[in-house]
Each structure stands twice: as structure tokens, then as C-alpha cells.
């Protein structure tokens, strides 16, 4: 299969490629299918594109490239959903905000999004944790 993206060319995919978002997005509920690839030149980075909207792709960052001690603990209610077994299946990224200016560019270390890989099942969380900022500065980080 084929995805057209508006930003980022078109991109192969297979239907064991598709994460699919049962409640879909804070701010977009109707998308629930997406496909992860990673940005050209810049393995930091990846974008999570939905399917059913070639407009709308996210850039991604792992916590744990950013803050050497992000913590993230799944309650049960959220491995039944994803049908997590193991943590190995288990990968979390959260979102980039971009900005003309490098230090202002952010990662919303608040609101991770779980995948769970074995699966293809994901769900974005938010987090009760003051510590995690929703602006957290991406090249100023602690890692």
C-alpha cells in the first residue's frame, strides 16, 4: 500500500505496519490508523502519519534520548488495552513541537504515546507528573 504524505513523500507501508489507535488522538478521535517511519538524515527522529489523512503526521522523539531518567509506569487498565505481555513489545515516543529557532523547538514529555510493537496497538497518555514538562526543551535536555 501506498501513503501520499503532504510533507513527507510517499512512503510503502503493509497492513502489519498499521498502529492503530482505538481512541485516536487528543484533537483528532477520527484518525486511528498511522504508520511510523523515520525522518531522512536524522535518526533522533520519527514520524507517526495517519493514514486516513495525508495532512496530518507527527514527529516523534524517544523520552529516553531526551531525559536519561524518564520514567514511565503502565497501569493495568492500559496493558490489558494495548495487550502488552512484555516490556520489550513496548515502545514510547512523544511529540516534537518544530520552531524556526533550535532552542525553542519542545518534546511534551506529559503526554507519552505507547505502542505496543507486538501488537501494533497505541494510545497517548497523560501524565500526572509534574516533572514532565508539556514544553520540555528538546537541545537542552539532560541526556
Known amino acids: ?3 501520499k504524505t503532504k510533507c513527507h513523500g510517499i512512503h510503502q507501508y503493509e497492513e502489519k505496519d498499521i498502529i492503530t489507535f482505538k481512541n485516536g488522538f487528543p484533537g ?3 484518525l486511528k490508523k498511522f ?3 523515520p525522518v531522512e538524515d536524522n535518526t533522533m527522529f520519527s ?3 495517519a493514514i486516513e489523512d495525508e495532512q496530518i503526521g507527527f514527529i516523534v522523539v524517544s ?3 531526551v531525559m536519561k531518567d524518564y520514567e514511565l509506569n503502565l ?3 492500559i496493558i ?5 505481555k512484555n516490556s520489550e513489545a513496548v515502545m514510547i515516543v512523544n511529540t516534537v513541537t518544530l520552531s524556526s529557532k533550535i532552542e525553542d523547538i519542545t518534546t511534551n514529555l506529559r503526554a507519552p504515546i505507547v505502542i505496543n510493537t507486538k501488537e501494533m496497538l497505541g494510545e497517548q497518555l497523560i ?3 509534574e516533572n514532565y514538562l508539556i514544553k520540555y526543551p528538546l537541545f537542552k535536555g539532560d541526556a
Open 80 to 84: 490489558e488495552k494495548l495487550k502488552i
Open 35 to 37: 504508520i511510523m517511519f
Open 127 to 129: 501524565l500526572n507528573n
Open 1 to 3: 500500500m501506498e501513503l
Open 28 to 30: 483528532f478521535k477520527d
Open 63 to 65: 523520552p529516553f534520548d
Open 47 to 49: 514520524i507517526l502519519h
Open 75 to 77: 497501569d493495568d487498565e
